[in-house]
């Protein structure tokens, strides 16, 4: 679903697939922008920052009539592709989640311009579960208690939910969660 969001002047929109977009690490990540105006342009720029959760700004890449000027720390890791405004991160890594700010300036009579933010969620996939039994020896019927620890090594937002014969299983006099 894309929404449009109108930029600083009416004249000049620029659109964005959503405020907030998940990645995978590893995997390149799109971040789709596209932009029109109705004036005449002679030159139009294309500015692309990023704003980590406790930094300031950094300038990534920009254009100017389809000519890309990137930030020669990041020449490898973000394409653009003039004249669409989109950003191409490759590969996403956890320390690319923040906010990405794209400017659009259409220079013609006079000079319009718009923004937008995309803040980029950066997403590990879980890896399989581990489940250790405590005691490993197991237990007799009616007379011990059995305890299940279940881990993965490593994953955002992992949620985890304990099942027995394909139902989820609820605290009470029986089974604990802790």
């Known amino acids: 679903?894309?929404?449009?969001?109108?930029?600083?002047?009416?004249?000049?929109?620029?659109?964005?697939?959503?405020?907030t977009v998940h990645g995978i690490e590893g995997q390149p990540l799109h971040l789709t922008v596209d932009y029109n105006f109705n004036a005449?342009?002679?030159e139009i720029q294309i500015i692309w920052l990023f704003e980590g959760?406790?930094?300031?700004p950094k300038y990534l890449?920009?254009?100017?009539?389809?000519?890309?000027?990137?930030?020669l720390e990041f020449q490898h890791k973000f394409t653009l592709i003039p004249p669409n405004a989109s950003l191409m991160i490759h590969p996403l890594h956890i320390s690319d989640e923040g906010n990405y700010i794209v400017?659009?300036?259409?220079?013609?009579?006079?000079?319009?311009?718009?923004?937008?933010?995309?803040?980029?969620?950066?997403d590990v996939p879980v890896t399989k579960p581990i489940v250790h039994t405590e005691p490993s020896s197991g237990?007799?019927?009616?007379?011990?208690?059995?305890?299940?620890?279940?881990?993965?090594?490593?994953?955002?937002?992992v949620v985890y939910q304990w099942?027995?014969?394909?139902?989820?299983?609820?605290?009470?006099?029986?089974?604990?969660?802790?």
């Open 1 to 19: 679903f894309f929404h449009s969001y109108a930029g600083i002047c009416s004249a000049l929109k620029l659109t964005v697939p959503s405020h």
């Open 40 to 42: 005449t342009a002679s």
């Open 53 to 56: 959760p406790q930094s300031n």
């Open 61 to 71: 890449l920009g254009s100017v009539n389809q000519t890309v000027v990137p930030d």
């Open 103 to 122: 400017k659009v300036n259409v220079r013609g009579n006079g000079t319009i311009a718009a923004s937008q933010k995309i803040q980029v969620a950066v």
């Open 139 to 157: 237990v007799v019927e009616y007379v011990g208690n059995i305890t299940l620890k279940c881990t993965v090594g490593k994953g955002t937002r």
């Open 163 to 178: 099942m027995k014969n394909g139902k989820p299983l609820h605290a009470g006099p029986n089974y604990t969660f802790s």
